[in-house]
């Protein structure tokens, strides 16, 4: 089974949420439909980026390693590279 690293930002305030989880389309619907509460309230949520790893264990140390850093610029170049990988597919 595959697990995500995932970044979600919400249309209502450019907020980031990063998560991990096994199905991504999953997490952003159940973020949307406001079941967790601490986004809730920033609804709607857009999915901006996600990696795929292996293992439960190696998503959840990518996870700590992006929200350790805490900083938006770094979320930013994130998402920006998936863009231009995704361009280029």
Same mark, same amino acid.
């Given at each position: 089974?595959? &697990?995500?690293?995932?970044? +979600? =930002?919400?249309? !209502?305030?450019? !907020? &980031?949420?990063?998560?991990?989880? #096994?199905?991504?389309?999953?997490?952003?619907?159940? #973020? $949307?439909?406001?079941?967790? %509460?601490?986004? =809730?309230? @920033?609804?709607?949520? %857009? +999915?901006? #980026?996600?990696?795929?790893?292996?293992? @439960?264990?190696?998503? +959840? /140390?990518?996870?700590?390693?992006? /929200?350790?850093? @805490?900083? /938006?610029?770094?979320? =930013?170049? +994130?998402? @920006?590279?998936?863009? #231009?990988? $995704?361009?280029? $597919?």
């Amino acid at each position: 089974m595959a &697990y995500f690293v995932y970044i +979600l =930002q919400s249309l !209502t305030d450019g !907020t &980031y949420n990063v998560g991990s989880t #096994h199905n991504v389309n999953s997490r952003l619907e159940r #973020h $949307n439909q406001g079941r967790s %509460q601490y986004t =809730q309230s @920033k609804r709607p949520w %857009q +999915l901006v #980026h996600f990696e795929e790893f292996s293992t @439960k264990f190696d998503a +959840l /140390k990518r996870e700590n390693q992006i /929200k350790r850093r @805490k900083i /938006k610029r770094f979320i =930013q170049s +994130l998402i @920006k590279t998936s863009e #231009h990988v $995704n361009a280029a $597919n």
